[in-house]
């Protein structure tokens, strides 16, 4: 309240800063508040509003500044606030540190009185909102990772057919298409590190740019096991992209489409396979990076059959079916001539030697396997127990090019 003594002028500037207070204010109640919140401060300031994040990536904005001038403004201090002119825009601009780094707040206006009378005021204001804005939004966020979380994690412990409905109803909320199939994704980081909760956060961030329904967890498979990443994705284009563009950092195996809930468990276990086929051929492979997803549905069977068997045994096997040629120089040629479509002359260019120097190898090859590579059953052998290498070898970019 004031008082019959208060000055005009304050009474006017606790109007104009109630009025816009309560015009931000009303921001908070959009869906969006974040860009409602940004259009009303351009429309108070008569001009341009921007949100940067801490990278210079514009939030939210509208208006017609240049907003890359504005952002080379501020990348190029660290002062907290910038008061400036580029061509007839007169712009201001204020740090604000938030939850997940600092952003950039910046306002601009042909119109410099207006500025010098309102810019402090809807600084001040906005970074107040926007902080407020960021904490709602986190908060929701990790009542949505935590219920997330707990909703993969019952069905990791199995779903009785009876209860199926429950659970589509659950993950309806998570705008996963009722009845419609899905895959269980098993992920580690590429080299080789436990997972984190850090990599659980990237599996949603990229979900969400993909609008792509996801659940995901951290899961250790026992107590000394590094952990891995969780995950269910409906069977979709989106969810194709998401997997191609996460086996660049992460190796990934996937169940085969299924929607039957009750069968989670031998589907987690098709995906488990699917990681393991991954680690055999990133160990194997210049650029693991470059494998892409192991689909369990769409490996060959060549694959299947290696994935189905003893490890013990078949690493026995194997040895014993290679040792006639232990000597690296033949089987490397003999890998790089397999990789290559059995093509001589590029496997020559793969290894930059002449031709006939591949033929006297391979010869070398048929002598100490004692049947020649072009046998059916000879050639099959050898490919099985080569397959993790010219599956590596083929996913390099630059042996692939010459195969």
């Known amino acids: 309240m004031t008082s019959p003594s208060t000055p005009i002028a304050e009474i006017d500037r606790l109007r104009t800063t109630l009025d816009i207070t309560n015009a931000l204010l009303s921001a908070v109640a959009s869906t969006d508040p974040v860009h409602a919140l940004t259009s009303r401060i351009a429309t108070l300031c008569r001009g341009t509003a921007v949100i940067y994040d801490f990278e210079g990536t514009i939030v939210a904005s509208t208006g017609e500044a240049p ?45 410099a009185d207006t500025l010098d009378q309102l810019g402090e005021l809807l600084l001040d204001t906005s970074e107040r909102l926007l902080g407020a804005v960021h904490g709602i939004q986190y908060g929701a966020t990790q009542r949505d990772r935590r219920d997330n979380e707990q909703l993969i994690s019952s069905l990791y412990d199995g779903v009785l057919p009876a209860r199926e409905h429950r659970f589509w109803g659950r993950l309806a909320q998570f705008r996963f298409p009722a009845y419609a199939a899905i895959r269980t994704i098993e992920a580690a980081p590429i ?38 990443l969780s995950a269910i994705v409906p069977d979709t284009p989106a969810s194709e992209r998401w997997l191609a563009e996460i086996s660049r950092q992460y190796l990934v195996g996937a169940s085969a489409p299924f ?39 769409r490996i060959d069977l060549a694959t299947w059959l290696l994935s189905h068997v003893d490890a013990r045994q078949l690493e026995e096997r194997i040895r014993s079916t290679l040792a006639p040629i232990a000597a690296p120089q033949l089987r490397e040629t003999l890998v790089t001539y397999l990789a290559s479509e059995q093509n001589v002359t590029r496997t020559a260019a ?54």
Do not use: K
């Open 67 to 111: 907003t890359q001038l504005i952002w080379n403004e501020v990348a190029a201090t660290h002062r907290r606030e910038l008061q400036l002119s580029i061509g007839r825009w007169a712009v201001r601009t204020r740090r604000v540190a938030l939850r997940d780094g600092v952003h950039v707040i910046a306002i601009a206006s042909r119109g």
């Open 191 to 228: 080299d080789g590190d436990t997972a984190t909760e850090g990599h659980v956060t990237q599996f949603h961030a990229r979900a969400r740019s993909e609008e792509l329904p996801l659940l995901a967890m951290l899961r250790r498979v026992g107590m000394d096991a590094p952990a891995t």
């Open 259 to 297: 929607s039957a809930l009750s069968r989670i468990s031998e589907c987690v276990r098709e995906a488990e396979t699917g990681l393991g086929i991954a680690r055999q051929w990133a160990a194997a492979a210049a650029a693991p990076e470059g494998l892409g997803p192991v689909l369990v549905d």
């Open 350 to 403: 793969a290894l930059f030697v002449h031709p006939n120097t591949v033929r006297y190898r391979l010869s070398r090859v048929e002598q100490a396997l004692g049947q020649p590579i072009t046998s059916a059953f000879v050639l099959s052998n050898v490919i099985l127990a080569l397959y993790p290498e010219l599956i590596g070898l083929r996913s390099s970019p630059v042996d692939a090019d010459r195969a």
